[in-house]
């Protein structure tokens, strides 16, 4: 079984309330970490990376992105999905040759730009070319960002994600969506739903969030921000030791 395929079974939950639980590397060591823990696969958060690599979030090049995603894949034997943000500009083609080159396996693709939502049916039409493009080999989320841009209206994410699994997405991630809408969008979306969850202990358990609808759960930067905060810690230990 290839690790896309890997990927794919890994999104099929026979039990609602165990849902696949994605940690965020931002770096190879972060991968290991992660992998020696026993998860079975991995998703990069953008902003994690871009923090790692010095960058505010959007702000890092395609080039570096790619690159560290590819030393992220060499690091583990599980397969990878990779944050690409909306696409860097590629044409569909050449935004999944790209992929396939660093080794992931799988990808997360947003649907604003500029803090503004791309209009559904472009999108749409954008995704399809990207699955036709990567065939059976990249497992496609498609981030729906309403909830990010102010609109709490959750039939709009519903009809978003229905023109995106429509044109190939695998999962839907409508990020940002509070807990009591997850039984309604879980109910109105077909295929996996992603769904973010805070590291603060402020929401529900991942058992819960499943039972509510989610099918995988991931932590965007959070990871990344809690492990730089361990480090300011033990930095100012350093110094009061001076």
């Not at 499943?210 to 099918?215: D, V």
Request: glycine letters at 10%.
């Amino acid at each position: 079984m290839s690790k896309a395929e890997t990927l794919r079974a890994l999104h099929r939950r026979p039990v609602p309330a165990d849902p696949l639980i994605l940690p965020g590397p931002w770096d190879a060591a972060s991968a290991r970490v992660f992998v020696d823990a026993g998860f079975p696969a991995l998703a990069t958060p953008s902003a994690g990376v871009a923090a790692a690599l010095g960058y505010e979030d959007g702000r890092t090049p395609a080039g570096e992105m790619f690159a560290a995603v590819a030393r992220i894949v060499r690091a583990v034997d599980v397969p990878v999905s990779a944050d690409v943000e909306g696409g860097y500009g590629l044409a569909p083609k050449e935004l999944v040759e790209r992929l396939l080159e660093t080794g992931a396996v799988g990808c997360n693709l947003e649907d604003s730009a500029d803090g503004a939502l791309k209009d559904p049916r472009a999108h749409a039409e954008w995704l399809a070319e990207v699955r036709s493009a990567a065939g059976d080999r990249l497992f496609l989320n498609a981030r729906v960002d309403t909830f990010l841009r102010g609109i709490e209206d959750p039939e709009r994410v519903i009809e978003r994600a229905a023109l995106y699994v429509a044109a190939g997405a695998d999962c839907v991630y409508p990020i940002g969506a509070p807990p009591r809408v997850l039984p309604l969008l879980r109910a109105g979306i077909e295929g996996p739903v992603n769904v973010f969850a805070p590291l603060d202990g402020s929401g529900p358990s991942p058992a819960e969030l499943g039972r509510q609808g989610a099918t995988r759960i991931t932590f965007g930067p959070g990871l990344q921000r809690r492990a730089t905060e361990a480090l300011r810690g033990i930095a100012a230990e350093l110094t009061e030791r001076r």
